[in-house]
């Protein structure tokens, strides 16, 4: 009964290739986010859609792609990877009355 | 803008020792504020949150932390330490935009428990 679960935990690939992460939540949220943390382990949001609408583009390249479905799923999609995209990406989900997000265990991305 | 500094980056305790870690905030609005902990290759796991009710917050593990608003901080404390409390923790602020809960990351405070 994972409250948000990410697929996959691990990803490894070549730099130039185009990588998708999944995310659900069974909370009956209605924002979730993404938030990339790097090597250093600093944590900083990258999107966050309400009701499948993206509210936060937090400049970030265009090459990562957002899309939500549904309320309950946000999807990542990376074109043309590169080195520098590696690190862990986190999703997480909040109740916007709420203000608390519950994260997921995390998808550690590696580009070779 | 809103923002969070957490001192120290290393941590280091004896086990049974008191455990403070040190988070100041910058914020223009009376601010929400968290901490979570980060276990190894796992994901954050919310210990407390500070939402303008009681100034002295407890929150899962033993662990509490005190908002103070003269001293803009929100330090997180445990009277013992457990060699499971080994972990990255994070305290952030809330910046609420209405349809959205974005939250603002601390650099993290890596603590080490010793036997």
């Known amino acids: 009964d994972t409250a948000v679960s990410q697929t996959p935990k691990y990803l490894v690939t070549q730099m130039g290739n185009d990588k998708s992460i999944k995310c659900e939540q069974n909370?009956?949220?209605?924002?979730m986010y993404w938030y990339k943390q790097d090597s250093k382990k600093f944590l900083k949001i990258m999107f966050s859609?309400?009701?499948?609408?993206?509210?936060i583009n937090e400049t970030v390249p265009n090459r990562f792609s957002p899309k939500s479905p549904d309320k309950a799923h946000l999807n990542l999609h990376i074109n043309s990877l590169e080195l520098g995209d590696s690190a862990v990406y986190f999703c997480?989900?909040?109740?916007?009355?709420?203000?608390?997000?519950?994260f997921g265990a995390g998808t550690r991305l590696s580009v070779l | 803008a809103q923002s969070v500094t957490q001192l120290g980056s290393h941590v280091s305790v004896s086990e049974g020792a008191l455990v403070l870690l040190r988070c100041n905030y910058s914020?223009?609005?009376?601010?929400?504020l968290f901490w979570y902990v980060q276990y190894p290759n796992q994901g954050l796991q919310l210990l407390l949150k500070?939402?303008?009710?009681?100034?002295l917050v407890k929150g899962i593990n033993g662990f509490e932390a005190e908002f103070k608003k003269s001293e803009t901080s929100f330090h997180l404390t445990k009277p013992s330490a457990h060699m499971s409390d080994a972990a990255e923790y994070f305290c952030?602020?809330?910046?609420?935009?209405?349809?959205?809960?974005?939250?603002?990351f601390g650099t993290g405070t890596l603590l080490a428990v010793q036997p």
């Open positions: 997480a989900s909040s109740l916007n009355r709420d203000r608390v997000s519950h």
């Open positions: 909370l009956g949220h209605d924002t």
């Open positions: 859609y309400n009701n499948k609408e993206l509210i």
């Open positions: 914020s223009s609005v009376p601010p929400y």
């Open positions: 500070y939402t303008s009710a009681a100034t």
């Open positions: 952030a602020v809330s910046d609420y935009g209405g349809a959205t809960n974005k939250l603002i």
